[in-house]
């Protein structure tokens, strides 16, 4: 048996151990929880699919929903692409880089299959987007709306997630990120009880977020169902953002989801949030 093989058959002696579950159950607990992702995204693919655009003066006037635009303005914003123009962006770690907290499984899983199913349907979205423009048919483009909500949220959200992470990071976080959540939270400590009861408590499948509200220059925790955009939702820049959708844990975590948020406190890249939050609050005029 090569040398990787007895590490992992090690790892699930031990995991078996420490859960009492046997290591196949745990494989399938994941592979169904996997299976509920999957299913999400190809329902959504076909959803997009299955849009008929109408030819040119069929279309019944009414305005296009303004949040079209802004998914794909926040998309721009984060990554830079066009409209369309959607790729799986390179993590600048490896797989297993933020061992023991996350494993490299997950990691792996995570960002080549369930981030890359986003931006498949997101292109397939904004083709069909195209064609609807073409001929003016603004149900068809107001019915795309939730693919392109859930699609291109799930591209953004998991954007800002990879890089929110870093190896030999964690700890508690200096400069002005800091101080705004003293200010705005008492203390470090009371930001995290109150971030990580948030993330606990989202129903179903979600995430928690740290976000900068632009008028009120001040920092604040909120939660998003789905992959819906933080933006979009509470109109909160993105700082800090948790995916507790159970793909995110559920093969190292089983359901004690309270457990994957204590240790994504190890991983946190205070120093991507920082500068997320000088960048925010600069834009803001503040």
Not at 159 to 183: D, Q, R, S
Not at 197 to 209: D, E, L, N, R
Not at 217 to 231: G, S
Request: charged share 20%; glycine share 8%; aromatic share 10%.
């Amino acid at each position: 048996m090569a040398d990787k093989d007895l590490y992992i058959a090690a790892l699930e002696k031990k995991l078996a151990e420490l859960s009492g579950i046997e290591v196949d159950q745990i494989k399938k607990n994941q592979l169904a929880n996997a299976s509920s992702e999957a299913r999400a995204i190809r329902e959504m693919a076909e959803y997009v699919d299955a849009i008929q655009v109408k030819q040119a003066g069929q279309a019944v006037a009414s305005k296009v929903n303004p949040q079209v635009a802004a998914v794909f303005a926040h998309i721009k914003s984060e990554l830079g692409e066009e409209r369309g123009a959607h790729s799986l962006p390179a993590l600048k770690y490896d797989y297993d880089a933020l061992e023991p907290h996350i494993c490299a499984t997950i990691m792996q899983i995570h960002h080549t299959k369930h981030h890359q199913g986003y931006i498949n349907n997101l292109k397939a979205a904004s083709e069909k987007l195209v064609e609807a423009e073409k001929v003016n048919d603004i149900a068809a483009i107001n019915a795309l709306l939730p693919a392109i909500k859930f699609n291109g949220g799930g591209h953004l959200n998991h954007t800002i997630f990879w890089t929110n992470m870093a190896p030999k990071a964690g700890g508690e976080p200096t400069g002005a990120i800091a101080e705004a959540i003293n200010k705005d939270f008492g203390s470090f400590q009371s930001f995290k009880e109150k971030f990580s009861g948030a993330s606990v408590g989202v129903k179903g499948s979600g995430w928690g977020w740290l976000g900068y509200c632009p008028k009120g220059d001040k920092v604040a925790i909120a939660t998003c169902q789905n992959q819906y955009p933080l933006q979009t939702n509470h109109a909160l820049v993105p700082l800090l953002g948790l995916d507790v959708w159970e793909h995110a844990y559920y093969l190292q975590y089983k359901n004690l989801r309270a457990d994957y948020v204590k240790a994504f406190f190890n991983v946190i890249n205070w120093a991507n949030v920082n500068e997320r939050y000088e960048a925010a609050r600069k834009a803001a005029g503040h």
